[in-house]
Each structure stands twice: as structure tokens, then as C-alpha cells.
């Protein structure tokens, strides 16, 4: 069987997803023990503010803004010596911080916000939720590493917050990013979606989970296909990927194809089922006769069922 999916695409798919389009240059070569305090000093650093998996945005006459400058984070109780540093855009630094005052108790014209919202009714533009993405991540990390876990005593934040040194030990930790595989399983007619019991009414997506220690992308998306609907998959391709600050997986977006289409449904499924091309294209369109919708555009699994259902 041949069909298009399987060769590379012409435009980089990642590109198009929620939370992709960090603009940010790293320098990472150029972070030292001193960076997050030379980035505080410098006038036109930005500080993006996040407590609790929700980020702290500012109205601006016609939409939000989630950067603030040094001074004007002492407004919300910024907690700047748990500050990291991002990086750097032509305007100066950005670093983020966590927020310490409630969201209860914000000032006028300033809302506490899940990320998950925010991605959802596009509240930022694509650079600043790519952004969003690796600071919400990287203070994520930071606090809930907070202790050596070789020898339990409390690690230092290191080089602007990208890794940790443990006074005790010596051991260094370095922020970690989950890999979690999502995938579309095909044939030429027919892909497979499926329900968690979690999902709004209607919603039907592409399967995932956790890749495991010692196992490849590949390996894994055949193995979760297998455990969860019962499909054995042949060929694996890659198509895309997406940061997913959840707290910081990285999800790897996969086309897997069906070498057989009896599905055995498990326990952690609610619904899964073959869906045509028609059926996908109404559902993408929002006039499936059932009701039946996708996640929504900027989801990978919506980047992976799309091309799937326009490919030939
Ligand atoms: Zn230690």
C-alpha cells in the first residue's frame, strides 16, 4: 500500500500547532550562574508571570499581554529570586517567575488564567503562547524539584534556571521534558479515533500515551495502538510535534498504519471506532450528523486527523 502521508510533508507540520511558535532565542551556550540577575537589571526585560497553572494576564485596550516589567511585577508579589531566564527577543530579555499573590486578589485589569483557556480562545498570539509554554514548563519543573533526589537535601537553581546543583551531593539535575507519543492509526479509507471518559460529549481524537524508558517513538506508538484498541501497526512515520506545558511533555505526533482492523477496546477507552474520509471531513467541519467534533485547530491530534482526511 502506498499513500502520500507516509512520505515527508512539504511544510513542517509543528509549525502550525498551539504552543509551537516560541520565537525566543536561547543563547544557551552563554547561560552562566549570574544570568537571571544581569537579565533583572537590564531596563527592557519582560517577566512573564504564572502561578498554579495559570498565567497572569494583562488587559491592553484589545486583548491581553503577558509580560511585565521588573517594576511592575512587585504589583503581584513576584517571587524574582525563583525567577528563570527564558532567553532573549530583539526587545531584551524575558524571563518568568512564579506570581505570589492569589488570583483572588489581583489588581483591576489583571486575570489569572489556565493555560489550557488561554490556548483554547487564543487569548496570545503564537509567539507568546510558545513562550508561555517553556516558562509555564520550566517553573513547573523547578517546583516540584526542589529536593536532591539522590540525597534529599534542597538543590540550587543553576545557568538561569536550566539546571540544579545539590550542595550536598554535588549531583546536578537538568529540567526534563515527557515525551508522549499521539497517534493516528490509518488504513487508506479509514482512521482510528477514539473517547476517553474525560472528553466533552461528541469528541472523538487520536489515541496517546506515555512513551517508556528503553523504548523508541515507533515502538511505543505500536504498543499503546495495541494495548488500547487491539490494532497491530506496520509502518510508523513522525509527522509533528507540539510542547504541551502540562506540566512539560513534549507530545510526538505519529501516523500509524492498521495491519488489521478488529479493535479489542480497553478499559481506559470509553468509544473507539474506524471513522471514513466523509465522516473525518464532517467532523473537522463541524457538521457531523451525530455531533461528532475533533479537538479543536492548533491540537497536533487535529494537525495529524486533518492531514490524514486531505491526504489522498
Ligand atoms: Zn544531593
Redesign the pocket.
Known amino acids: 500500500m502506498s499513500f502520500s502521508l507516509f512520505d515527508a510533508p512539504p511544510h513542517e507540520p509543528s509549525q502550525f500547532v498551539g504552543f509551537a511558535g516560541n520565537p525566543i532565542d536561547r543563547q544557551s551556550e552563554q547561560r552562566a550562574d549570574d544570568s537571571v540577575e544581569k537579565a533583572l537589571a537590564d531596563p527592557s526585560a519582560r517577566v512573564l508571570l504564572v502561578r498554579a497553572g495559570r498565567v497572569y494576564l494583562k488587559a491592553n485596550g484589545t486583548g491581553f499581554s503577558s509580560y511585565y516589567t521588573v517594576t511592575a511585577t512587585s504589583a503581584l508579589a513576584a517571587r524574582l529570586e525563583h525567577a528563570v531566564l527564558l532567553g532573549f527577543t530583539p526587545q531584551g530579555p524575558v524571563l518568568a517567575a512564579p506570581a505570589g499573590l492569589d488570583p483572588e486578589e489581583l489588581p483591576e485589569g489583571i486575570k489569572a488564567i489556565d493555560y489550557r483557556s488561554v490556548y483554547i480562545q487564543g487569548l496570545l498570539e503564537a509567539p507568546d503562547l510558545g513562550i508561555l509554554a517553556q516558562g509555564a514548563s520550566l517553573l513547573a519543573w523547578h517546583s516540584s524539584h526542589r529536593f536532591?533526589?539522590?540525597?534529599?537535601?534542597q538543590?540550587e537553581m543553576r545557568a538561569g534556571g536550566y539546571k540544579r546543583l545539590?550542595?550536598?551531593?554535588?549531583?546536578l539535575h537538568f529540567p526534563r521534558t515527557d515525551p508522549v507519543a499521539i497517534m493516528l492509526t490509518v488504513t487508506k479509507d479509514r482512521c482510528l479515533l477514539g473517547r476517553g471518559p474525560h472528553f466533552g460529549p461528541g469528541m472523538y481524537s487520536a489515541l496517546a500515551g506515555f512513551i517508556e524508558p528503553g523504548e523508541t517513538i515507533e515502538n511505543a506508538v505500536r504498543r499503546e495502538t495495541f494495548e488500547e484498541a487491539g490494532i497491530r501497526l506496520g509502518r510508523v512515520v513522525y509527522h509533528a510535534s507540539q510542547p504541551w506545558p502540562f506540566p512539560y511533555s513534549l507530545m510526538i505526533g505519529c501516523f500509524g498504519e492498521a495491519l488489521n482492523e478488529d479493535i479489542t477496546i480497553d478499559a481506559e477507552l470509553e468509544a473507539c471506532r474506524w471513522f471514513s474520509r466523509d465522516e473525518v471531513l464532517a467532523a473537522l467541519a463541524g457538521t457531523h450528523p451525530d455531533g461528532i467534533f475533533t479537538p479543536p485547530k492548533g491540537a497536533i491530534a487535529h494537525t495529524l486527523i486533518r492531514a490524514w482526511a486531505e491526504s489522498a
Open positions: 536532591c533526589s539522590k540525597c534529599g537535601q538543590s545539590c550542595p550536598g551531593c554535588g549531583t
